[in-house]
């Protein structure tokens, strides 16, 4: 195991603080950074890792009329399990059920979530007996060997890892705002979710974070009127995998027609890959099997297998089909 | 050339100490005429409810590091102290937690998980680690009555908290409701994945007395079994014919 | 057919000797010991497939806080190796105060190498002028071979032939729970291992050979152990826990192997690649075999199934092993039976399509009777032969005749899935008696119960069995006999290896022939006690034994306790050896009884069989299969532990489902690195993969006449049929899936399905 020293945080500007120093990571759940740390997967690990389970008072639902305030240490068995949320957000419902196992569920923070680390083959090797490139080393091993899980819409600074996040999907298709203690106006989750074409542990993240910022809450404005939503997943087991291929949708249906449609693919890309073509293709039409196959193959629109993925194109249409289907 | 150091350990007798090396089978005590070299420099002091044992052990040049361990009998606090080795906290930290029932206060290295804390420090094998990495389930424990997996949780974080392992689901002479399940479906192949299952079983009766069949293939769905023996497990749970 | 009825065995009511063990947490495996008095050993493994260690340079770790030893092929020469032949081979020990010391020290070791031209794919193996792995001296092959008869003169008397190919199966990949471990610590010169391995005195044996010692200083302990396989007869780390305990003046030391050195170090099931050609009759009686196999692995002895289970008057197969640099192949739930049987099923089925007949009827032509022998030397029968019975079974309760169509045809479900079915049945290489070796110690204790003294490990039920057998044989309710001394070598004899479903026969026989010697004791007792005593020209031939009494045959109301039999008389040992089914051992060995008019002691095979039959609908669009339905039979001999054998028979079949959707090896052909070694990526299906209640169970009896009260062991066969799985997909879509060295995995569908590359 990497070695670390742990510091217990009081408060966010603590926390930030401890951060700023530099070599040091955030533990919420820690279901990912102790495993993260055991595998010594990363040349640059953290050596500060700063608990910020010890600061009260981000752990919260809160549902109003305009919008849905999520604290950043809520647990996913706590979003899965509400009711406002299963009702008014069912994306987010279904895609925080859609993680893991319940023990993972239990332990692991919506915060966490959308913060931890690519689960590429290669990357996570333990021992980092595979240093790729987004780890600062000169190759993606995926690229010429197993990238049976990978990337089917190009690299992103040549990685071709794709989002690990379920709840990073739901979250983009959501509109929804990541706030942190540097951005108190909130990242738009499309905007949050990347890889940093840094040369430093940075390069590892799944978002833009700055090396000092700390999550502190999600927003998701409230639904208009005849909005439905639903997250769809693919992987070859039901329960623990990560996704391969999966489908968020949040449409609004008017007159019975399609009025706004968010429709936003997992496991395909390095971030959640908002599908306009889809969204185009099936605005203003009514939710039926030919509009909703039309706007699957729509949202597979420039996508190309690289050796071993190919399938997931096929998955992806019919993830979105289904998902469309869903919120009819 | 050996020279002596002086090892101050837990407290336990010797017939727990042999026991805990696997050297006492069936009643009979093997190869105790050979450990008691080991043991011969034992000495043991009482002093009140306070139980202090030295013991010293013939070694090469390894360094084993030396400390004073108290305990505190049952009868009074309950309260099982054990005082670091290294007087200065450094990379440990002071944790009071209660473990099926018994508070503890311990200080624990800050890289390990709770199962290792568990297991290493209390002795308390029954949780296992299987994967070490949140995969597996072998691990899982309930922590304020959820089930979690102990492996992925640092011990050091686990302050103020309220631990039940397989153990504290009965005395271990009379099996507890979900225990007697598993017995009654002998629901139990190689017994690693066991008390993993156990103690989810155990947290999903908690929360939901009388679940269905897909409500206990979602509650055991974080747990993976070699042996590959659901259908006694979920049988189990569900209970009945 | 009427079978004996047993007293005790088979009994549902019975439990295993030691499940409160396990369901109060007091089970202790391996790691399980010793708590904050232990040191802690890790394993570097080797980056390259192929050369050799140059340097090792260790400074940096053994300057590591809490580091304390390394060790290297110079130390333990018998454990590591200079010579690398797989990439994740051992190559450095490191011995540390801390597990994740110890882990972290693993990059903290610097080892050069001198890298050799690698070969990692099985396929190049078999081109001209392939790379040499090394694993052979001059080529990576090892050819085999087998004639039967004529095949050239079978070619003249086929109606039809046809040519398959088999591409390369699956491989069941290493994946327990529990990784491997061993604690070792030494007092003196004297050596204690404590290894949850499959095979206790094989363990010490292999500790005695690893560290050169006399075997009266190496004890060895082994007792729960989470996860065989077959494939837990590894002693290796055993070796290895005793040097590095060695490298620190003979302190504890737990060698533990992290989740990836497990998926590293370890044997897997090998994958076979085959082409059929077959000749038949119009009739569908086949008349020749003319077959190719290659296995990446083992080539040895290419699998009982080709021979045994179908009449096939002429057979030539020839193929080889190949070895190249990827971990090592070998047991894992099997070996050769499953891999072959599969393609051997999937061959078959497309016979029977050129046919025009179904799959059922082209087994049901061809299958060999239950007293029909070998059709090659040495012609044996069979002590029971139960693939039968099995078949029908199956056949029957899963509907199968009704349910079957044409591949691909009349086949969507309302849902808009494709239904499937296939069935799949051979008779196994395993489960059977081969206990010339093994014995067993049965003491009656003063107060008349009994003592097993069993030389054996628990991977799951075995003490139970011996407990079983015992009971029966002594005539001893099931309460009244106890495990004693086990898992301890230096307490037991050895009562047998785990692997291969022997463990049944073996141990069974070797207990049988114990508990007959110390119910002869125990009679020779009883006789002199009232009221027994009292009849005139009593001999011990006149009794009998029931629910732990003695009595008199010719008038049972004349009866004593076992207590009272021992009240007064000297503690006794009762003692046996095995025998074997093939002849050999206790009493000679052979059938145990007159069996098709052959005598006692005539040498028959004794092997079990199974049958399966699988249903499923299959999502064209996504390529997900879901079982609707399993029905899986195998011949048990008899039901000894009933809820022993339910859970293998309920495992077993979760295991093939496992075998056939998720299993399977992720291998980086360019490094030969196994990439995938997290439990994430050897896909042990979840309770959500996994529906149970849509099983079907079917213990057949079949009572050899060669075994212990006629028992076999199914811990393979039971696995070994998921043939009828990927069977039931080509039935649902028409087209083969290729599970190229994996399982049916929804891309592969895919790709069968022609809608993805």
């Known amino acids: ?328 | 050339m050996s020279e002596e150091k002086e090892v101050k350990k837990p407290h336990l007798s010797r017939r727990e100490f042999l026991k805990d090396a696997g050297l006492i089978v069936g009643g009979a005590t093997i190869g105790s005429i050979a450990l008691a070299s080991a043991c011969n420099n034992d000495t043991t002091t009482v002093a009140g409810n306070t139980v202090t044992t030295t013991v010293t052990q013939t070694v090469g040049t390894v360094t084993v590091p030396a400390g004073t361990t108290t305990i505190t009998q049952p009868g009074s606090t309950s309260v099982v102290t054990v005082t670091p080795d290294d007087p200065s906290l450094g990379d440990k930290s002071r944790i009071n937690l209660t473990v099926n029932g018994r508070a503890y206060n311990l200080t624990v290295p800050n890289h390990l998980s709770l199962a290792w804390i568990l297991r290493e420090e209390l002795g308390l094998f029954g949780t296992k680690i299987g994967c070490d990495m949140g995969q597996c389930g072998a691990c899982t424990i309930l922590v304020d009555d959820v089930a979690i997996y102990s492996c992925v949780m640092l011990a050091c974080e686990a302050d103020g908290k309220k631990v039940t392992t397989v153990e504290g689901l009965s005395d271990g002479i009379t099996l507890s409701p979900i225990q007697q399940k598993f017995y009654d479906k002998e629901a139990v192949q190689c017994g690693y994945c066991t008390p993993g299952f156990l103690m989810a079983a155990e947290g999903l009766l908690k929360a939901n007395s009388n679940p269905t069949e897909d409500d206990v293939r979602l509650a055991l769905s974080g747990h993976l079994c070699m042996c590959q023996n659901f259908r006694k497990t979920i049988s189990a749970v569900i209970g009945g014919v | ?757």
């Open chain 1, 1 to 328: 195991m990497n070695k670390f020293t742990h510091v217990n945080a009081t408060t966010i500007a603590d926390a930030a603080a401890t951060l700023a120093k530099g070599k040091a990571q955030v533990i919420a759940g820690g279901t990912d950074l102790t495993s993260y740390l055991k595998g010594m997967i990363s040349p640059n690990p953290p050596e500060t890792v700063v608990n910020i389970k010890t600061i009260s008072g981000l752990d919260y639902i809160q549902p109003d009329s305009s919008v849905l305030k999520i604290g950043a240490l809520t647990t996913l068995a706590k979003i899965a399990a509400n009711s406002t949320i299963q009702s008014n957000y069912a994306v987010l419902a279904q895609a925080a059920l859609a993680v893991g196992s319940p023990e993972l569920r239990n332990m692991g923070t919506i915060g966490g979530n959308i913060c931890q680390k690519p689960r590429c083959i290669y990357y996570r090797n333990e021992f980092n007996d595979f240093n790729c490139l987004r780890k600062m080393g000169t190759q993606c091993f995926a690229l010429t060997g197993v990238n049976r899980y990978h990337s089917i819409f190009g690299g992103v600074n040549a990685c071709f890892a794709v989002c690990p996040s379920d709840t990073a999907i739901a979250l983009v298709a959501l509109n929804a705002k990541i706030i942190t203690n540097k951005n108190s106006a909130g990242w738009d989750a499309a905007e949050f979710f990347g890889m940093p074409n840094a040369t430093d542990a940075r390069r590892e993240q799944i978002n833009n974070l700055a090396a000092d910022e700390i999550v502190t809450e999600i927003q998701v404005p409230a639904p208009a009127a005849g909005t439905k939503s639903a997250y769809r997943k693919f992987s070859f087991r039901k329960a623990i995998d990560f996704p391969l291929v999966s489908a968020a949708v949040v449409a609004t249906i008017s007159g019975g027609n399609v009025s706004s449609a968010s429709i936003v693919l997992g496991g395909v890309y390095n971030s959640p890959r908002v599908a306009t073509q889809a969204q185009t293709s099936i605005a203003g039409k009514a939710i039926n099997d030919a509009n909703a196959t039309a706007a699957g193959e729509a949202a597979i629109t420039g996508s190309s297998g690289i050796g071993q993925n190919d399938y997931k194109r096929q998955i992806a249409k019919v993830l979105v089909t289904r998902a469309l289907t869903d919120c009819a």
């Open chain 3, 1 to 757: 057919m009427t079978l004996p009825v047993f007293n005790v065995a088979g009994k549902p009511e019975n439990h295993d000797c030691h499940i409160k063990e396990y369901l109060t947490g007091k089970a202790d495996y391996t790691g399980d010991h010793m708590p904050g008095r232990k040191l802690f050993g890790a394993m570097k493994h080797a980056t390259i497939a192929h050369g050799t260690i140059k340097s090792i340079d260790a400074t940096k770790a053994l300057n590591e806080t809490g580091v304390k030893a390394v060790i290297t092929y110079k130390e333990a020469p018998t454990v590591l190796n200079q010579t690398i032949l797989y990439w994740g081979q051992p190559v450095v020990g490191i011995v540390a105060d801390d597990w994740y010391t110890a882990c972290r020290a693993i990059n903290l070791v610097d080892v050069t190498y001198d890298e050799l031209p690698s070969i990692t794919e099985a396929d190049e193996a078999l081109k001209p002028g392939a790379v040499l792995s090394g694993k052979r001296e001059g080529t990576n092959l090892a050819p085999a071979s087998f004639t039967r008869g004529d095949v050239d003169a079978g070619r003249q008397q086929a109606d039809i032939e046809l040519e398959t190919i088999q591409p390369w199966t699956t491989t069941y990949q290493h994946s327990p729970i529990e990784s491997y471990q061993a604690l070792a610590w030494w007092i003196g010169d004297h050596l204690y291992v404590y290894q949850g391995s499959q095979n206790l005195h094989g363990n010490k044996s292999a500790v005695v050979n690893y560290l050169e010692m006399p075997a009266n200083k190496v004890h060895c302990f082994a007792r729960y152990l989470g996860g065989g396989h077959g494939a837990r007869l590894s002693n290796w780390e055993s070796g290895i826990a005793a040097f590095m305990s060695k490298a620190v003046y003979g302190l504890p030391v737990l060698f533990r192997e992290t989740k990836k050195h497990n998926m590293l170090f370890h044997i897997r099931q090998y994958e076979v690649k085959s082409t059929y050609k077959w000749g038949a009759k119009n009739d569908g009686s086949l008349v020749y075999l003319d077959a190719q196999n290659w296995v990446n692995g083992s080539g040895a002895g290419m699998s009982t199934v080709m021979r045994t289970t179908w009449i096939i008057p002429h057979v030539k197969w020839e193929g080889a092993g190949i070895y190249i640099n990827v971990p090592d192949r070998g047991s894992w739930r099997c070996v050769a039976d499953p891999p072959f049987a599969l393609n051997m099923t999937m061959a078959m089925d497309k016979l029977a399509e050129k046919l025009n007949i179904s799959p059922y009827e082209i087994r049901r032509k061809n299958m060999m009777p239950v007293d029909m022998p070998d059709q090659d030397s040495p012609y044996r029968y069979w002590g029971s032969k139960e693939v039968n019975e099995c078949f029908e079974t199956v056949a029957r309760e899963s509907g199968y005749t009704s349910k079957w169509h044409a591949p691909g045809q009349n086949n969507k479900r309302t849902d808009g899935r494709l239904h499937g079915i296939g069935i799949h049945c051979h008779t196994d290489s395993h489960g059977s008696v081969a206990g010339t070796s093994m014995a067993g110690i049965v003491l009656m204790q003063p107060d008349g119960t009994a003592l097993i003294e069993a030389g054996c490990t628990k991977p799951h039920n075995s003490p139970t069995m011996l407990v079983h057998f015992t009971a029966e044989t002594l005539g001893m309710k099931y309460e009244d006999v106890f495990v004693g001394d086990w898992g301890n070598s230096d307490t037991t004899l050895n009562s047998g290896s785990h692997g291969g479903s022997a463990f049944t026969g073996a141990g069974g026989s070797a207990f049988v022939s114990a508990a007959r010697d110390c119910r002869a004791k125990v009679f020779a007792a009883a006789i002199t006690k009232t009221p027994l005593k009292e009849i005139a020209g009593i001999t011990v031939d006149d009794l009998d034994a029931k629910d732990s009494e003695i009595f008199y045959k010719p008038d049972p109301t004349k009866r004593i306790t076992f207590r009272t039999a021992m009240n007064g008389t000297p503690p006794i040992a009762g003692y046996g050896t095995g025998w074997a089914a093939a002849g050999g051992g206790t009493g000679g060995g052979g059938l145990q009884r007159p069996l098709f008019g052959l005598p006692v002691g005539t040498a028959v095979n004794a092997q079990s069989a199974a049958a399966s039959v699988a249903e499923v609908a299959v999502d064209t669009d996504t390529g997900e299969v879901e079982i609707l339905g399993h029905w899986n039979a195998t011949g048990c001999g008899r039901v000894i532990f009933y809820e022993g054998v339910m859970s293998q028979f309920g495992s077993g079949t979760e295991l093939q489902i496992a075998q056939a959707l998720y299993y399977g090896d992720v291998y980086d052909y360019a490094t030969g690195a196994v990439i995938g070694s997290q439990f994430t990526e050897t896909q042990l299906p979840t309770t959500m993969d996994i529906r149970p209640s849509r099983h079907n169970l079917y213990p057949i009896e079949g009572d050899d006449h060669s075994a212990p009260l006629g028992a076999h062991g199914i811990g393979e066969p039971v696995v070994g049929s998921y043939a009828c799985i990927l069977s039931a997909i080509y039935n649902a879509i028409g087209v083969w899936v290729d599970p190229d060295h994996g399982a049916c995995n929804p891309d592969k569908v895919l790709k069968a399905l022609g809608k993805a590359t």
